[in-house]
């Protein structure tokens, strides 16, 4: 089936640790984005990239870092900068004009 | 710089009840793509409907329909007759055209909570 993969579904972090979430489609698309939500809260652009070995900063990306080394493959890391980083995270995907797609997203949680 | 502005935090209705849910956007492309997603309790977002700016027809599917209007900036969202597997929260999103220069950013407005009550 093609769709959008995150992975984990769940996952926790100490604190000063670094941690990457997954995200992989098998859609065929050029675009891909990393989003933040928190609860009550709308959708904020951390990074995006519409090609391969190409990415822009979104409206929060101070403390995370991402590649885009396969036109699948989008991996967040959430690094220990990240100050506050219990949130639920959305990637999603998508070709150039039309619609985006997104994965089932990762809780994370700092304990 | 781009801007979608969901001014409705939150809507509470009556089942059967029709209901609207503003979408108001920023924008300096001339062409750019205008989307509304559905956000049930699960989280996952269910993409709803895409319209392009070069095509200002409004469009009905079931019981939702979309009105867009380039003249005042708007893409808004009716529901007619509501039920209450309606009720999710609701986001207006808009992409930049990509290319020349232009990045292709997608960004959301801060979504609106549907509750339709019983």
């Known amino acids: 089936d093609g769709g959008i993969t995150q992975s984990p579904k769940y996952l926790f972090r100490k604190e000063g640790q670094n941690v990457t979430l997954s995200c992989e489609q098998n859609?065929?698309?050029?675009?891909m984005y990393w989003y933040r939500q928190d609860p009550g809260q709308g959708l904020r652009l951390i990074y995006y990239?519409?090609?391969?070995?190409?990415?822009q900063k979104g409206d929060i990306a101070e403390g995370y870092s991402v590649s885009r080394e396969k036109k699948e493959s989008f991996p967040l890391t959430v690094t220990s900068a990240q100050k506050n980083p219990t949130a639920f995270y959305l990637c999603?995907?998508?070709?150039?004009?039309?619609?985006?797609?997104f994965g089932q997203g990762t809780r994370l949680t700092v304990v | 710089a781009q801007k979608v502005t969901q001014a409705q935090t939150e809507i509470s209705v009556v089942e059967k009840e029709d209901v609207t849910l503003d979408c108001v956007y920023e924008?300096?492309?001339?062409?750019?793509?205008l989307f509304w997603y559905k956000q049930p309790p699960s989280g996952e977002l269910v993409f709803l409907i895409r319209?392009?700016?070069?095509?200002?027809q409004n469009e009905i599917s079931g019981r939702y329909s979309w009105n867009f209007q380039k003249s005042t900036s708007s893409f808004n969202f009716t529901i007619t007759a509501s039920q209450v597997v309606d009720s999710a929260v609701y986001f207006c999103?808009?992409?930049?055209?990509?290319?020349?220069?232009?990045?292709?950013?997608?960004?959301f407005g801060q979504g609106t909570t549907l509750q339709v009550k019983p």
């Open positions: 999603a995907s998508s070709i150039r004009t039309g619609e985006a797609f």
């Open positions: 859609l065929n698309h050029d675009a």
């Open positions: 990239s519409q090609i391969v070995n190409d990415f």
């Open positions: 924008t300096r492309d001339t062409t750019y793509y």
């Open positions: 319209r392009n700016s070069f095509d200002e």
């Open positions: 999103a808009l992409r930049g055209f990509y290319g020349s220069g232009n990045t292709g950013k997608l960004i």
